[in-house]
Nanobody, 123 residues
Framework: QVQLVESGGGSVQAGGSLRLSCAAS????????MGWFRQAPGKEREGVAT???????WYADSVKGRFTISRDNAKNTLYLQMNSLKPEDTAMYYC?????????????????WGQGTQVTVSS
């Protein structure tokens, strides 16, 4: 029953915006670390942004100033607002969670994953 479902991906031209959503069900994740990861073909999965159970945020240097992570505990949903998108942002984006109040940069430490949503940014 525990699952994460991403939505909001799509194709956009460089400089455009998208908002990704991750709906959680089957558990209460208000105290969990939640994060967004992305993976482009042939590349390793990398952390994009995290939101820990105490409200602390982290962003990868490559997206600072452009992306904003947020969570709505009432709606049990995690968001990623992506502005000023660049072609290098093209990837499959995944939301993830782990049963800890604290986050980790390591994807291997997250035990709950969504199915992914594709983001394609054209030049």
């Amino acid at each position: 029953q525990v699952q994460l479902v991403e939505s909001g991906g799509g194709s956009v031209q460089a400089g455009g915006s998208l908002r990704l959503s991750c709906a959680a069900s089957g558990y209460t994740y208000s105290s969990y670390c939640m994060g967004w990861f992305r993976q482009a073909p042939g590349k390793e999965r990398e952390g994009v942004a995290t939101f820990n159970g105490l409200g602390s945020l982290w962003y990868a240097d490559s997206v600072k100033g452009r992306f904003t992570i947020s969570r709505d505990n009432a709606k049990n949903t995690l968001y990623l607002q992506m502005n000023s998108l660049k072609p290098e942002d093209t990837a499959m984006y995944y939301c993830a969670a782990r049963s800890s109040v604290y986050c980790s940069l390591s994807a291997s430490s997250y035990n709950i994953w969504g199915q992914g949503t594709q983001v394609t940014v054209s030049s």
